[in-house]
């Protein structure tokens, strides 16, 4: 059975203060690992999609990197307009798994 | 924002009734999904689409039923609403099944 696991389940940063948001995962093999971010009251928004450990992508103060177990979302000099909840999700490679099995996500507060 | 709507995006019910959410897209996209959304538990599918009138299960599909009869629309009917089904609802859509997933804004449902 697909899993993931994020950690913490809450992060307060100081405004420019750097971390990083982990998400483990176990999949009978990784066809992608996807990282949402979702404000309260509101959909998750479409951030990042991984696909082979070593990848890398980028997106304003936000980098998501990808290994063979985890996957971590740095943020860089965050801003208060960052805080939200971000999730991950994973979706197995086997053909006729469309399914997107999601974490429960860390809410991140960034204080002024 | 991807152009998904979901209707109504409150609503409170009584046990036993049943309950129909909408999921409307604008994108002519063939795949569509229903998730719900619990305090402790990732995002959960419930069923999915991949074409009109094409409909399989997802992990929590007991109590749901699904209908796709035009590519814009799919229908999540719950025929006797549950205190259980107290959630909130999500859409999600794609061009296929392997790739990125877009959510709507949700239905929020409360059953007394």
Sequence with gaps: EDQVTQSPEALRLQEGESSSLNCSYTVSGLRGLFWYRQDPGKGPEFLFTLYSAGEEKEKERLKATLTKKESFLHITAPKPEDSATYLCAVQAANFGNEKLTFGTGTRLTIIP | ?112
């Design chain 2, 1 to 112: 924002d991807a152009g998904i709507t979901q209707s109504p995006r409150h609503k409170v019910t009584e046990t036993g009734t049943p309950v129909t959410l909408r999921c409307h897209q604008t994108e002519n996209h063939r795949y569509m999904y229903w998730y719900r959304q619990d305090p402790g538990h990732g995002l959960r599918l419930i069923h999915y689409s991949y074409g009109v009138k094409d409909t399989d299960k997802g992990e929590v599909s007991d109590g749901y039923s699904v209908s796709r009869s035009k590519t814009e629309d799919f229908l999540l009917t719950l025929e006797s609403a549950t205190s259980s089904q107290t959630s909130v609802y999500f859409c999600a859509i794609s061009d296929s099944g392997r790739s990125t997933q877009y959510f709507g804004p949700g239905t929020r449902l409360t059953v007394l």
